[in-house]
């Protein structure tokens, strides 16, 4: 089970940090933010490898956000800088055991979060 949290509303410029609190085995697993507007496909954001090491980001956030976990939390997050009213959407977590190929697309992830909402206003 992935329960994602920390969204909100904030300014242009501002800064957002995401949580994804993961159970059991999960958080062993190849881990993801996605994003996602009404009527829109969902978009790859961010991923990192089981080990922390790797790491994968969509050019919209290079530089911007940075994604992280800690595993004696069993937690995944994604620090929000420089935030843009386009990055407002609803943000969802993922875990998956694909091969690291699929890391940037939604069906490399069988585990999915809630969501959350971010809006960044002008």
């Known amino acids: 089970q992935l329960q994602a949290s920390g969204g909100g509303l904030v300014q242009a410029g501002g800064s957002l940090r995401l949580s994804c609190a993961a159970s059991?085995?999960?958080?062993?697993?190849?881990m993801g933010w996605f994003r996602q507007l009404p009527g829109k496909e969902r978009e790859f954001v961010a991923a990192?490898?089981?080990?922390?090491?790797?790491?994968w980001y969509a050019d919209s956030v290079k530089d911007r956000f940075t994604i992280s976990r800690e595993y004696r939390e069993s937690t995944l997050y994604l620090q929000m800088n420089s935030l843009k009213p386009e990055d407002t959407a609803v943000y969802y977590c993922a875990a998956g055991y694909a091969s690291r190929d699929y890391a940037k697309v939604s069906r490399g992830y069988d585990y999915w979060g809630q969501g959350t909402q971010v809006t960044v206003s002008s």
């Open positions: 059991g085995t999960l958080s062993t697993y190849r």
């Open positions: 990192i490898g089981w080990s922390g090491r790797t790491t």
